[in-house]
């Protein structure tokens, strides 16, 4: 809606943020630990791991 009626003053109508991004991606950060560099045999057994820890918890929980 556009303003009809005048004033002694200037509005300003502009919708500037204090905090301007640039659209320049983010740097690669490197990675102190990747599981996908981890061998396959060594991710197997995590994944064992973690699976018998969460039948652990399933096990205490259905004492």
């Known amino acids: 809606m556009a303003h009809t009626h005048s004033h002694p003053h200037p509005h300003p109508h502009s919708h500037a943020h204090p905090h301007e991004h640039s ?5 690669a950060q490197i990675a102190p630990w990747s599981i996908l560099r981890m061998p396959v ?22 004492r």
């Open 23 to 27: 659209h320049a991606p983010h740097p």
């Open 41 to 62: 045999t060594a991710r197997l057994a995590a994944a064992a791991a973690v699976s018998a820890c969460l039948w652990g918890v399933v096990w205490l929980a259905m």
